[in-house]
């Protein structure tokens, strides 16, 4: 499955109507779907579908002169059925209707056509189209015997075979633009696994990584979303934030079952919306950038349900492998970390062993006696 482009889909618009055509791209564009290629010449669509592998939905007018949708509908769901099509049209017919859902139509929308339900019919799509590519490439990973981007996982020793299908797992879901949520014990390698996503999906923007554990309501609305001058008492100039500052890259926050509810509520905002406000603004602005989270919980990704939502919007990574030969000797997940060099682990064909995370800290702290002079 080509993943090139994966992270900047098409929405394709194809209407004879130049009015439509600019205020349905206005529109998406307005509420950060993008970017949105406009055609009022249906004979254009096939040509350009065959030389582009990044469009994500199509969007349909049935009647148009030259060549109509309801000729193309069926050539697009034949060569093309990975790419919902929204059929908008100005006919009310009911058998028009039945007509183009039995050939295979996404959805059909009569024109005019409601703001909600227009942008909500698009963002349906878009998603049947992530999860279609992901079940694609989770196909190509289960019969995919070999790693393809090993330098991405190069901070993470393993031999076990689990960690290896994770890997491909980490492949097959990091160029999706669905936020992950990573769960599993203190040691297990979360954070390694996070930038292994980053690290695979190609995205060209920074990997940003925020410790939210402690933060208490301001500070993370602070922290994540930023201030305007003046919102309180020594916002001297404005902030950013972080999630402005991962724009193009990927947003990892630590221990999020950490958060408060109401900090909880704030970030599902930013999730489902995909919009959020700095502190101090009435303007809202967009999210540009995957979220990725850390869960630190025993190997369960329930106890942070209570306010997030499950199912596609989280495709969860577990980076634990109670099978691993470490986990069988020592009845610990296999920390993969870079502890055992690889002239050594090799001359001995033994594992890397690992240490405990706290192991530097309890050492620092011991009082040991001193040399006599």
Do not use: W
């Not at 592998?53 to 034949?78: N, R, W, Y």
């Not at 402690?214 to 993370?220: A, E, Q, S």
């Not at 008492?233 to 500052?245: L, N, P």
């Not at 492998?321 to 870079?338: F, K, L, Q, V």
């Amino acid at each position: 499955m080509d993943k090139s482009n994966q992270n900047s889909l098409t929405v394709v618009l194809v209407d004879d109507e130049e009015e439509v055509v600019f205020s349905s791209s206005i529109l998406l564009e307005a509420d950060g779907i993008s970017p949105v290629v406009t055609m009022q010449d249906g004979r254009e669509l096939l040509p350009y579908l065959e030389k582009n592998k990044s469009v994500a939905v199509i969007i349909l007018d049935l009647f148009m002169p030259h060549v109509s949708g309801v000729d193309l509908l069926p050539e697009i769901v034949q060569h093309h059925p990975e790419i919902p099509v929204i059929v908008m049209t100005a006919s009310q017919e009911i058998d028009m209707a039945v007509a183009c859902m039995k050939e295979g139509a996404f959805d059909y929308l009569v024109k005019p056509v409601e703001e909600n339900r227009y942008l909500s019919c698009v963002r349906r799509a878009l998603e049947m189209r992530s999860l279609r590519h992901q079940i694609g490439a989770l196909k190509e990973s289960m019969l995919r015997q070999q790693i393809e981007h090993d330098d991405a996982f190069a901070a993470i020793i393993t031999n076990s075979p689990g960690m290896e299908r994770i890997f491909r797992y980490v492949e097959a879901i990091a160029d999706s633009p669905e936020s992950v949520i990573i769960t599993g014990e203190t040691g297990v390698g979360k954070g390694l696994v996070a930038e292994a996503v980053h690290h695979v999906s190609g995205r060209r923007g920074e990997f940003v990584a925020v410790n939210v554990a402690g933060l208490d309501d301001t500070m993370f609305s602070d922290t994540l979303f930023g201030h305007r001058k003046g919102a309180f008492t020594g916002a001297e100039k404005d902030r950013s934030g972080m999630v402005a500052k991962a724009s193009g890259g990927t947003l990892f926050l630590d221990e999020i079952g950490d958060l408060t509810k109401s900090s909880q509520v704030r970030l599902l905002r930013l999730l489902q919306e995909q919009t959020y406000y700095p502190l101090g603004s009435d303007v809202a602005k967009k999210k540009q950038c995957p979220y990725h989270s850390r869960h630190k919980s025993e190997s369960s990704p329930a106890n942070c349900r209570g306010c997030f939502p499950a199912g596609p919007l989280f495709p969860f990574v577990q980076p634990s492998d109670r099978d691993s030969p470490i986990a069988r000797a020592t009845g610990r997940h296999c920390p993969p970390r870079r502890t055992f060099p690889r002239a050594g682990r090799s001359l001995y064909g033994q594992d890397s062993p690992g240490s405990y995370p706290g192991t530097a800290h309890l050492i620092l702290g011991l009082s040991l006696p001193r040399k006599r002079t």
